[in-house]
């Protein structure tokens, strides 16, 4: 009696394992099926499930995947729906475009024949698991993927940084070597501004001013004046006119070059101010330090020199036209005065 009931016991102890064994699984047209599928890879994992129906069986794929957008992983997916007919182990499916994919499944895994996608890869055998245990899996990756995708930016941030750093400091440099060049050539152009026409013309003018005011004083001094010689006065004292009115305009060239001075020279200040910030930020790093540093000093003391010499000219050219001015008008009313004295006869 005692041994019957040990064999009961066996037979029942068997069951509960078989049960155990197939808890995860389903029975379809003889074939046991698993709840899931799933193979996983470094950075793939695909999940299926194969879903019985009355008329078909269906097979859905998700195909989790890690792709590189600019350096840094990042984890898609593409689901998958396939129909068709089960022979024993043996699938033929059809995915909702057309395409035919055959496969093989059992309790234990399931191989699908093609890839899910034309010109990819065919996937490794996926083994039985459960949607609990997948999504936990999906989980780990996702969150290690995720860490990476972290570092992997915090590591590109930091490049990029100093891949912009890298570019300023270059243009900064260029910049120096351009504002050196520009402070040469301005002052070369600023100092080509001279007064030489002007300068001339009031010294020539004055001169022929003075000549021609001795000329009506000869007349004047005749005791008998002739009609005839008055009216020479007179034109002489019309030439002066014509004298003192060009030296009035010689007044407009001048100012013409001021404002162009002006111009220049404001040009210069900015550009001294800029050059000087700019290669004080970078003289410690920048290459050839020393070529660069005597060119420097070389453009900001030809641009210095040049904004010096500039307000000089500026300054004796205005003298120099006051005192022409003042010469003039006194020279010539002078003549008038001695027109208004004499009497022709």
Same mark, same amino acid.
Do not use: C
């Given at each position: 009696?005692? /041994?019957?009931?040990? $064999?009961?016991?066996?037979?029942? @102890?068997?069951?509960?394992?078989?049960?155990?064994?197939?808890?995860?699984s389903?029975?379809?047209?003889?074939?046991?099926?698993?709840?899931?599928?799933?193979?996983?890879?470094?950075? &793939?994992?695909?999940?299926?499930?194969?879903?019985? !129906?009355?008329?078909q069986?269906?097979?859905?794929?998700?195909?989790?995947?890690?792709?590189?957008?600019?350096?840094?992983?990042?984890? /898609?997916?593409?689901?998958?729906?396939y129909?068709?007919?089960?022979?024993?182990?043996? *699938?033929?499916?059809?995915?909702?475009?057309?395409?035919?994919?055959?496969? %093989?499944?059992?309790?234990?895994? *399931? #191989?699908?024949?093609?890839?899910?996608?034309?010109?990819?890869?065919?996937? +490794?055998?996926?083994?039985?698991?459960?949607?609990v245990?997948?999504?936990?899996?999906?989980e780990?990756? %996702?969150?290690?993927?995720?860490?990476?995708?972290?570092?992997?930016?915090?590591? #590109?941030?930091?490049?990029?940084?100093?891949? /912009?750093?890298?570019?300023?400091?270059?243009?900064?440099?260029?910049?120096?070597? $351009?504002?050196?060049?520009?402070?040469?050539? !301005? @002052?070369?152009?600023?100092?080509?501004?001279?007064?030489?026409?002007?300068?001339?013309?009031?010294?020539?003018?004055?001169?022929?001013?003075?000549?021609?005011?001795?000329?009506?004083? *000869?007349?004047?001094?005749?005791?008998a004046?002739?009609?005839?010689?008055?009216?020479?006065?007179?034109?002489? @004292?019309?030439?002066?006119?014509?004298?003192?009115?060009?030296?009035?305009?010689? !007044?407009?060239?001048?100012?013409?070059?001021? $404002?162009?001075? +002006?111009?220049?020279?404001?040009?210069?200040?900015?550009?001294?101010?800029?050059?000087?910030?700019?290669?004080?930020?970078?003289?410690?790093?920048?290459?050839?330090?020393?070529?660069?540093?005597?060119a420097?000093?070389?453009?900001?003391?030809? +641009?210095?020199?040049?904004?010096?010499?500039?307000?000089? $000219?500026?300054?004796?050219?205005?003298?120099? &036209?006051?005192?022409?001015?003042?010469?003039?008008?006194? *020279?010539?009313?002078?003549? !008038?005065?001695?027109?208004?004295?004499?009497?022709?006869?």
């Open positions: 009696m005692g /041994k019957k009931k040990n $064999r009961v016991f066996i037979v029942i @102890a068997l069951i509960v394992l078989a049960a155990a064994g197939f808890a995860g389903r029975l379809l047209g003889g074939v046991s099926v698993a709840e899931g599928y799933v193979h996983e890879e470094e950075n &793939r994992m695909i999940f299926a499930k194969v879903i019985p !129906n009355a008329d069986t269906r097979v859905e794929v998700v195909d989790n995947f890690v792709e590189t957008q600019d350096s840094i992983p990042v984890l /898609k997916s593409e689901t998958y729906d129909t068709g007919t089960m022979d024993g182990e043996k *699938l033929t499916l059809q995915s909702q475009s057309g395409g035919v994919m055959e496969a %093989t499944v059992s309790a234990g895994e *399931l #191989v699908f024949q093609s890839p899910f996608q034309e010109g990819g890869q065919v996937p +490794a055998k996926l083994l039985a698991s459960t949607p245990q997948y999504q936990k899996q999906l780990t990756m %996702t969150n290690r993927i995720n860490e990476q995708a972290e570092v992997k930016k915090k590591e #590109v941030a930091e490049k990029q940084a100093k891949e /912009k750093e890298r570019v300023e400091f270059a243009k900064k440099v260029e910049k120096t070597d $351009r504002l050196a060049a520009d402070l040469v050539e !301005n @002052a070369q152009y600023l100092t080509d501004l001279q007064f030489p026409d002007e300068a001339a013309v009031y010294q020539s003018h004055v001169s022929e001013l003075q000549g021609l005011l001795d000329e009506i004083k *000869l007349y004047a001094g005749q005791p004046l002739q009609m005839t010689e008055y009216e020479v006065m007179k034109e002489t @004292a019309g030439a002066m006119k014509v004298l003192v009115d060009g030296m009035s305009s010689m !007044n407009d060239s001048i100012q013409d070059k001021k $404002r162009r001075m +002006a111009d220049i020279t404001g040009v210069l200040e900015t550009d001294l101010t800029d050059i000087k910030a700019t290669w004080e930020e970078i003289k410690a790093k920048a290459p050839k330090p020393e070529v660069r540093q005597k420097v000093d070389a453009a900001v003391k030809a +641009a210095e020199e040049a904004i010096g010499q500039a307000k000089k $000219r500026i300054s004796s050219i205005e003298a120099e &036209r006051d005192t022409a001015s003042q010469k003039a008008d006194k *020279l010539y009313g002078e003549a !008038n005065a001695f027109l208004s004295k004499v009497k022709p006869k």
